[in-house]
């Protein structure tokens, strides 16, 4: 770690960073101001105190790798909004008049049907699916960050202790979550060392925030874990392998397993009734780094501009 890529970090000597892993270094890092901005083109950015750089943001640099599944998932969410909006009475007549009116006003090309309103209607169905998931994702994220900083803060023995979150484990909602990040806690044996940690990587020029950082009893070995509450997509390995990569180098203790913990709202129905949550772990961090560092250069050259007149 050279003084010119770190400019103000405190120096931990090595008995304490195996001890605190994360503690003294990373909490100084996030003492330090950090404002997050987007671009004209939305790619979103952090501008990190002391550093005459920005960083981009990790999710923004996954975002230009083409997730498979989603036009076949676009394409069923219209499916459905359109399926609900017939299912009420009287929508064919409703419709049938907004075309009419529409054809009325216009002064040429008139060519509403009620189908071509019923489509207008039904096209924002992706969008607010997508919305729902995220502002889901994002409260399920704020109850998992409560209870992984519970178990770092109390230690409870027996594994963590739902008393503090009984609201969210009765909410039809959000029950899952809180069982199945319950039951994934029992079942792996490792110690929640940090939640909602951002982390940055001066070489590569990226930022981001890991959702559990998780040490093995005994070692200095650490496993970055992302959670997700839908799908879960290839680009998620260049995700954590990011995170992981920018750990290392904060830290100076290896990271030796990069996962993504599912914790789905509906539980998919390839699995078993009685199972609460899914991991998927990068089988190379390094290659799958190196890919996210591809995916890096293709997005700084698309926030360019391409032409020149």
Not at 8 to 34: P, W
Not at 100 to 125: C, F, I
Not at 241 to 250: D, G, I, K, R
Request: charged residues 30%; glycine residues 6%; contains cysteine.
């Amino acid at each position: 770690m050279t003084k010119d890529m770190e400019p103000s970090a405190t120096q931990v000597n090595e008995q304490d960073r195996i001890k605190a892993g994360t503690f003294e270094f990373l909490d100084e890092y996030k003492g330090r101001r950090v404002n997050q901005y987007t671009t004209p083109r939305g790619g979103r950015h952090y501008e990190v105190e002391g550093y005459q750089f920005d960083f981009a943001s990790v999710t923004s640099i996954t975002g230009v790798v083409n997730k498979r599944g989603i036009p076949d998932w676009y394409k069923r969410m219209g499916i459905e909004k359109a399926i609900d909006i017939m299912d009420k009475p009287g929508v064919r007549e409703r419709l049938e008049l907004q075309a009419k009116g529409k054809n009325d006003r216009a002064r040429k090309h008139k060519n509403h049907t009620w189908q071509t309103e019923l489509y207008e209607e039904a096209k924002v169905g992706p969008q607010e699916a997508m919305d729902f998931a995220a502002d889901f994702g994002i409260q399920a994220h704020e109850i998992i960050e409560r209870m992984a900083m519970n178990d770092v803060n109390q230690r409870w023995e027996s594994g963590l202790d739902l008393r503090p979150f009984r609201n969210d484990v009765e909410s039809i909602e959000y029950g899952s979550i809180v069982e199945g990040f319950q039951a994934w806690f029992r079942d792996n044996d490792l110690a929640i060392v940090a939640s909602e940690l951002m982390v940055y990587h001066p070489a590569y020029k990226y930022a981001g925030t890991i959702d559990l950082v998780c040490r093995r009893e005994g070692t200095a070995e650490l496993v970055v874990i992302d959670v997700k509450t839908g799908g879960v997509f290839d680009e998620a390995a260049m995700q954590i392998s990011a995170y992981s990569q920018a750990l290392e180098y904060l830290t100076g203790d290896p990271v030796s397993e990069a996962w993504v913990l599912q914790l789905p709202r509906d539980r998919p129905i390839k699995w078993d009734a009685d199972k609460l949550y899914e991991i998927y772990k990068v089988n190379d961090i390094q290659e799958y780094f190196d890919a996210f560092d591809t995916a890096h250069k293709l997005r700084g050259l698309l926030e360019k501009e391409a032409w020149s007149s």
